[in-house]
């Protein structure tokens, strides 16, 4: 029999659903109905189907939000670049060369230290309020390594992207080329059956244009979604890159020229905005401003990774993108759900309209403007994933 779920008393519940008020499909005093996990109704508590529940919660007046669509994390690794981080407090630049010592803890951790972290992580996410995540490879870099990356995110999360192309690992350093054409060979074989989607870290010190082209088309023609790291650490011919190639995103374009915003306002490829990295590299933020104005559909995401993001909090970005990115709350709360939702793909989560998926938040605050403006406060009271 189907089990359906009434959640009332909620102060104030963004659904992102047309039929209530303004951009964010605010209900104040709401109600809403959940069956077998689905989202059913959503409105006034005082029009609520208490007949058809077969229970009923009281909110007590908290705010509800749908939960957070994560769609860029690096979630399986060994190791720790806490040492790496303090020394780029006090002035040392950041590059993708880091990368590599992650390369060599994860190669030497086993199955089960790698499951055990990632299983605490996705944890930590979703106690913070995040009910749907991506998770990268890119720690490993030889074929059993990604594979197992790849096998084990696959445990944690549908939104799996094989990151083969992080960085040329060093025993190919003087032959980039052979890399690439393992990362086309014999990785994406292995790699591909686990993975959902494809990710090229295009940018100096990773791998060039042709390399990435050459990468996100062998993912493609094997069925994969297309992803993009670009303008990360300097202008470079990603973002445009993405776009021709109808990338569903292209991530970090913190160096924006003005031909990347014309081709993104007039493209499906949503921008990842990830504001952990500038805050932990003391890069400068991305032009968020420019890029909404411009009509680009953005969304925000942790990047949690031990180099340049170490946080998995989809709240503290919110903050900051609020604080740093001449960002409005509403537009920051969007690209946190609904825009990391279409950034993946998926019709179903980052919002509460009927028959989307039951994955909300309530907060211990009477608003989601308190995501902003109490910075660093743990306002997650209560994670649902799937009405649970």
């Given at each position: 029999?189907?089990?359906?779920?009434?959640?009332?008393?909620?102060?104030?519940?963004?659904?992102?659903?047309?039929?209530?008020?303004?951009?964010?499909?605010?209900?104040?005093?709401?109600a809403?109905?959940?069956?077998?996990g689905?989202?059913?109704?959503?409105?006034?508590?005082?029009?609520?189907?208490?007949?058809?529940?077969?229970?009923?919660?009281?909110?007590?007046?908290?705010?509800?939000?749908?939960?957070?669509?994560?769609?860029?994390?690096?979630?399986?690794?060994?190791?720790?670049?806490?040492?790496?981080?303090?020394?780029?407090?006090?002035?040392?630049?950041?590059?993708?060369?880091?990368?590599?010592?992650?390369?060599?803890?994860?190669?030497?951790a086993?199955?089960?230290?790698?499951?055990?972290?990632?299983?605490?992580?996705?944890?930590?996410?979703?106690?913070?309020?995040?009910?749907?995540?991506?998770?990268?490879?890119?720690?490993?870099?030889?074929?059993?390594?990604e594979?197992?990356?790849?096998?084990?995110?696959?445990?944690?999360?549908?939104?799996?992207?094989?990151?083969g192309?992080?960085?040329?690992?060093?025993?190919?350093?003087?032959?980039?080329?052979?890399?690439?054409?393992?990362?086309?060979?014999?990785?994406?074989?292995?790699?591909?059956?686990?993975?959902?989607?494809?990710?090229?870290?295009?940018?100096?010190?990773?791998f060039?244009?042709?390399?990435?082209?050459?990468?996100l088309?062998?993912?493609?023609?094997?069925?994969?979604?297309?992803?993009?790291?670009?303008?990360?650490?300097?202008?470079?011919?990603?973002?445009?890159?993405?776009?021709?190639?109808?990338?569903?995103?292209?991530?970090?374009?913190?160096?924006?020229?003005?031909?990347?915003?014309?081709?993104?306002?007039?493209?499906?490829?949503?921008?990842?905005?990830?504001?952990?990295?500038?805050?932990?590299?003391?890069?400068?933020?991305?032009?968020?401003?420019?890029?909404?104005?411009?009509?680009?559909?953005?969304?925000?995401?942790?990047?949690?990774?031990?180099g340049?993001?170490?946080?998995?909090?989809?709240?503290?970005?919110?903050?900051?993108?609020?604080?740093?990115?001449?960002?409005?709350?509403?537009?920051?709360?969007?690209?946190?759900?609904?825009?990391?939702?279409?950034?993946l793909?998926?019709d179903?989560?980052?919002?509460?309209?009927?028959?989307?998926?039951a994955?909300?938040?309530?907060?211990d605050?009477?608003?989601?403007?308190?995501?902003?403006?109490?910075?660093?406060?743990?306002?997650?009271?209560?994670?649902?994933?799937g009405?649970?």
């Amino acid at each position: 029999m189907p089990r359906a779920t009434l959640l009332t008393g909620i102060g104030e519940l963004v659904t992102f659903d047309p039929a209530h008020d303004g951009p964010l499909g605010l209900v104040r005093d709401a109600a809403i109905l959940s069956v077998d996990g689905r989202v059913e109704w959503t409105g006034p508590a005082g029009s609520a189907p208490l007949g058809d529940a077969d229970e009923v919660h009281d909110a007590r007046g908290a705010a509800v939000i749908p939960g957070f669509v994560d769609s860029h994390t690096h979630l399986v690794f060994a190791g720790d670049r806490a040492a790496e981080f303090e020394a780029r407090m006090a002035g040392q630049p950041y590059s993708a060369g880091g990368i590599r010592s992650t390369v060599a803890a994860t190669r030497a951790a086993s199955d089960g230290e790698l499951r055990n972290q990632l299983s605490r992580f996705a944890s930590e996410l979703r106690a913070q309020g995040t009910t749907t995540f991506e998770v990268k490879s890119g720690y490993g870099l030889t074929v059993g390594d990604e594979e197992r990356s790849l096998r084990l995110a696959r445990e944690v999360t549908a939104e799996t992207t094989f990151l083969g192309a992080h960085v040329v690992p060093p025993e190919y350093a003087d032959r980039p080329d052979e890399y690439v054409d393992l990362v086309v060979g014999p990785m994406l074989d292995a790699c591909a059956p686990h993975a959902r989607w494809i990710d090229v870290f295009c940018e100096t010190g990773a791998f060039d244009p042709d390399q990435t082209r050459r990468i996100l088309t062998a993912g493609a023609e094997r069925g994969l979604g297309l992803r993009v790291h670009a303008s990360q650490l300097g202008p470079g011919a990603g973002i445009a890159l993405a776009v021709e190639l109808g990338a569903a995103a292209v991530d970090h374009c913190t160096y924006l020229a003005n031909r990347d915003v014309e081709a993104l306002s007039g493209s499906t490829t949503v921008v990842g905005l990830l504001p952990g990295v500038e805050f932990s590299t003391r890069h400068p933020y991305p032009d968020a401003r420019r890029l909404l104005d411009a009509g680009v559909r953005v969304a925000l995401a942790s990047d949690c990774n031990p180099g340049s993001s170490f946080t998995s909090s989809m709240a503290f970005c919110i903050a900051v993108a609020v604080r740093d990115m001449e960002m409005t709350v509403p537009e920051a709360l969007r690209a946190a759900t609904l825009g990391g939702a279409e950034s993946l793909r998926r019709d179903d989560v980052g919002h509460l309209r009927a028959g989307a998926r039951a994955d909300f938040v309530v907060l211990d605050a009477p608003s989601y403007v308190h995501l902003a403006y109490r910075p660093g406060v743990p306002l997650v009271a209560r994670t649902v994933i799937g009405g649970a």
